[in-house]
């Protein structure tokens, strides 16, 4: 993702935060294999103790969407 150059968004479920999210930093931090997508993480608004998604929008794409996808059974 980081490579290919896409845009990749928080979004609070409730309090509706949006913010940018660095991939170089979370490849540092966490290892370049990590990956957004069915992941949430803690809202970064102070006193907010809700969850984000992650949202993305790839080269060509109109709008960000939700990083989430099926489990395989």
Known sequence: MLRERWDVISRRRACGLVMSVD??????VCGPRISPWNRTARCRRLG???IVDFQ???PGMASHEPLQTPWPE
């Open 56 to 58: 993305a929008k790839a």
């Open 48 to 50: 907010c103790p809700g």
């Open 23 to 28: 991939l170089r930093l979370i490849a540092k």
